[in-house]
């Protein structure tokens, strides 16, 4: 179980592949939010502040107010398909 986040999140990761801190360290929280939704779950964005907060410490709200443009961009570059 990844401290620093819930049960439910905790599921979601698993059915995502991802079920340990080092994991979502080295994936990163976007590559994370997509596997999880790859793996069929309904993740939010609050979701995804969830994870770069266990990432970087920071408490979800400053990561939704600071980190949330970076963290948008980097999503929708990943989820482009390859041109």
Not at 38 to 55: D, H
Not at 68 to 79: H, K, N, V
Request: contains cysteine; positive net charge; hydrophobic residues 45%.
């Amino acid at each position: 179980m990844i401290e620093g986040i819930g049960l439910k999140s905790n599921e979601m990761l698993a059915k995502g592949g991802i079920t340990s801190r080092e994991q979502l360290l080295k994936i990163g929280s976007v590559q994370a939010f997509l596997m999880v939704k790859a793996a069929g779950c309904n993740a939010s964005l609050n979701f995804l502040w969830g994870l770069e907060s266990v990432i970087t410490g920071q408490h979800w709200r400053e990561v939704a107010k600071h980190s949330r443009a970076a963290l948008l961009l980097e999503l929708e570059e990943r989820s482009q398909p390859n041109r």
